[in-house]
């Protein structure tokens, strides 16, 4: 039996991380105050030298060029750059952390990662590729935009890659989930910082980094509230378990300042699903959330959340009804090219907030099948995989977590184009990388999750007697 004494248990890069994370953080101030982000030719230097900073670290060390794109992922601003308009950092950093991975791999001749949502994620890239060739031809959408849609489609298959195919010990994968954790945590405290919200609500929403909207925000907002909820079900520790529903507390109350009214829904049928499924506790939770939400959320906040049931017994918010006159003059579209649909491009971001509408009148029907044949493959090895593991841990905890964040990325994507958005696809890719990783790696990680959880539990309770 392996020995899994903590002596013999290999450091936690998680410290490494987090102080090349701040060294990199204070330069990036330092130069952000020195010159202006916002313009292009400072964007594209600053950009590029952080790339520049990432391949030379992931030769050294390929943690730290992951840290580096996590980081990028949650705190990067949105930029246009001449016809590109939503630029960002790791736009420079995933090619320069490709590439250093690469010869990496090909130096000490390494094996790729079994993907276990291979064949879906090629479907769907395949779709693209196809519907984009058809749309051109036809002159339904420009090659510039279809061109760059395909670009950053494959970004995200590419970090999912990266991630799969580098987290490889179970010590750096606890160490890399709470980091991400940890910058979404700055992202959205740094973003409620910049703000006016708080000064006056009434007529400001929290909107994120510089070029984010409200509502994909909030879904980036919901997806680490969902994680940090798993972890508050399943960690052994009383101590880590407060901690964890302290921080998702923190973030509920930024999301709050959303006024996104999709991820107050798709968070709560996140919650209610696993609640009904799997932790019948949390019902009670919800209650009690229910019962402190007027109690405690300012008035604004209620206002808004309260005008979602108009929804329901009409009238509804006019951003609903104008959301269901875009979905219904989305119809035509889809039914002109049922099959392949106009190509990638060809209906703008703002125009239907839908995800699923917009894949079918981009894509058709067969790219709306190869996204939810997708999301259902995700669905059905993550539900293997909660049922597989017997004893509460970290693990136990990411894929209790898991499964809230895929149910409400799922329905938010019903009023928002969550896997489009940059920012909670990114997101989302990363933290289904790491599912990947736990499909592929657990039977080897099972002993030494069982034991870290013995350990921290016996830690917490040694504590406890001793006070």
């Given at each position: ?278 932790h019948r506790r949390l019902v009670v939770v919800l209650v009690i959330m229910a019962i402190l939400f007027p109690l405690l ?171």
């Amino acid at each position: 039996m392996m020995d899994l004494d903590q002596s013999s248990k290999p450091p936690s890069p998680l410290p490494a991380i987090i102080v090349t994370s701040l060294v990199l953080g204070l330069l990036a101030y330092l130069m952000m105050a020195v010159t202006d982000i916002t313009g292009q030719a400072s964007f594209v230097q600053f950009s590029a030298a952080l790339a520049a900073l990432a391949y030379l670290l992931t030769l050294i060390n390929i943690r730290f060029g992951m840290g580096i794109l996590i980081l990028c992922i949650g705190l990067s601003p949105e930029v246009g750059v001449g016809d590109f308009n939503n630029l960002r950092f790791e736009d420079f950093v995933v090619p320069a952390l490709l590439v250093a991975w690469l010869l990496r791999t090909l130096r000490n001749r390494e094996e790729l990662a079994s993907n276990p949502f291979k064949a879906p994620m090629l479907a769907y890239l395949g779709v693209m590729i196809v519907s984009a060739l058809l749309g051109v031809s036809s002159g339904s959408v420009e090659w510039t935009r279809s061109g760059l849609l395909l670009g950053k489609n494959l970004i995200y298959v590419l970090l999912f890659l990266i991630v799969l195919n580098n987290v490889r010990t179970y010590a750096e994968f606890r160490a890399f989930v709470i980091f991400t954790l940890l910058v979404s945590l700055a992202a959205a405290t740094i973003s409620l910082g910049q703000s006016r919200v708080l000064e006056d609500p009434s007529t400001q929403r929290l909107h994120g980094p510089l070029g984010e909207t409200a509502n994909i925000f909030g879904g980036y907002v919901i997806l680490h509230i969902s994680m940090f909820l798993g972890f508050f079900l399943q960690f052994t520790s009383l101590r880590a378990r407060i901690v964890s529903v302290i921080c998702a507390g923190v973030l509920f109350y930024i999301l709050m300042f959303t006024y996104s009214r999709t991820s107050y829904i798709a968070l709560l049928c996140g919650i209610g699903l696993i609640a009904l499924l799997k932790h019948r506790r949390l019902v009670v939770v919800l209650v009690i959330m229910a019962i402190l939400f007027p109690l405690l959320a300012p008035d604004n906040v209620i206002a808004r959340a309260q005008t979602i049931l108009g929804i329901f017994s009409g009238p509804g918010p006019e951003s609903w009804e104008a959301r269901v006159s875009s979905w219904e003059e989305s119809q035509s579209r889809i039914l002109s090219r049922p099959a392949f649909g106009s190509g990638p491009g060809s209906i703008s971001f703002g125009d239907v907030d839908n995800e699923y509408v917009r894949v079918a009148v981009d894509l058709g029907l067969i790219g709306l099948a190869a996204l939810l044949w997708f999301l259902f493959r995700i669905a059905v090895r993550m539900y293997r995989l909660y049922a597989q593991i017997e004893t509460p841990g970290f693990v136990k905890a990411f894929v209790a977590g898991y499964f809230i964040l895929l149910v409400s990325i799922s329905v938010h994507a019903g009023g928002a184009t969550s896997f489009s958005a940059i920012r909670t696809m990114e997101a989302f890719m990363v933290w289904t990388g790491f599912l990947a990783v736990l499909i592929n790696r657990y039977p080897e990680w099972k002993e030494e999750d069982a034991h870290a959880a013995a350990l921290e539990a016996g830690v917490h309770s040694s504590a406890a007697i001793k006070h």
